[in-house]
Each structure stands twice: as C-alpha cells, then as structure tokens.
C-alpha cells in the first residue's frame, strides 16, 4: 500500500527511554517499507532539551540493531505537537496531558497501546491518507476516556531500573508499533 505520509509524534516523559525508542523502532519500519514521506520524532511532556538517551536505551536500541546515540531530548511545544498528525504516548496520562495543554490535539493523540488496538480493529483503506484514517480512529472517543486511573493502556517506565526493564519496554513498544504499521498498510 502507498506511503501514509505519517507525521507520527511519540512522547513519554523525560524523552530519554520509551519515546526515542519508539521513534527509532517506527523510522526503522517506515524504511522498511519505503514510506519515505512518512517520518518520526519523538518528545516528552517534561523533557529538558538537548540530554542524549540514557544509556538503558542506547544499549536496549543497540540490541534491537538500532542506534539512538545521536537523540537529544526535546520539551514539547505548540511547534512540535503542530507537526503532527499522530501523537502516541507511553501512557495515559501523558496523552492526557498533550489533550489539555495543546488545544485541538486530542483528535490525533492516543496512548500508543489504545491506537494499536483501535488500528488493528479499523485498518487504513486504500488509498486514505493518514491524516483521514487517524480521525475516522478517533471518532469512538470522547476527551473523558483519558481521565482516571486505568493503567492498563500505559508501558512502564525503565528510567533507573534494570536493563531487562529496558528490554521489557522495548518488546511492548516493538511489538505495538509493529501492529500501526501493519494496520497502516491496510491490515
């Protein structure tokens, strides 16, 4: 199926573990694919700019042959978040926190979990642009189901935990961002 012409914005919070591995995971398959009008970032929504990956996710990247040593962390900013037509974030409450604090963003942010799940069920249809597909996903939704204390949808942090943390994170997110691009090739 054709490139979806993504814009896909990956946030966790420090943008130091999940989301640079979410971005490196997602660049990787959307060269896979040759999707070259697709293309990812990643940020956090209490990030410092410019710290590098810690070093659990240079070696989990590493692992996974991708490489993540140049990332430097960005805060995230009208900016960023108007680049997008795909906002994934690692946990609810981070897509909670996009939703209220960037006016008109909820339609395009989900937790990355959430999205995969909604994705599998409603594949892309030939021929629909990304942007289309992303609102036709978000039209079951109200801004009320971010609310609350469900976890389940989240991927825990490995930020000062073991490196099999790391590892754990990193399977999850692979095997979810893989499920979007299938989903975005047409199932």
Not at 69 to 96: P, Y
Not at 166 to 171: E, H, I, T, V
Request: glycine share 6%; net charge neutral.
């Amino acid at each position: 199926m054709s490139d979806p012409e993504f814009r896909l914005l990956v946030v966790c919070t420090a943008n130091r573990c999940r989301s640079p591995l979410a971005e490196a995971i997602a660049r990787d398959r959307f060269a896979t694919r040759r999707w070259t009008r697709s293309a990812a970032i990643s940020s956090g929504t209490r990030a410092e700019d410019g710290l590098p990956a810690t070093e659990g996710t240079e070696l989990t990247a590493e692992r996974l042959g991708l490489d993540v040593n140049a990332h430097s962390s960005r805060a995230l900013t009208d900016d960023v978040i108007g680049w997008a037509n795909l906002v994934l974030c690692m946990e609810r409450r981070q897509a909670l926190h996009v939703s209220s604090h960037f006016p008109g963003s909820f339609d395009i942010t989900f937790p990355l979990r959430d999205f995969a799940r909604r994705a599998t069920a409603a594949p892309r249809k030939r021929g629909e642009c990304a942007g289309h597909w992303v609102a036709r996903l978000s039209t079951a939704r109200a801004p009320g189901d971010l609310l609350g204390n469900d976890h389940r949808d989240d991927i825990a942090d490995p930020a000062g935990k073991s490196l099999r943390r790391y590892w754990r994170a990193a399977n999850e997110i692979e095997a979810l961002i893989d499920e979007v691009i299938a989903a975005a090739d047409g199932g």
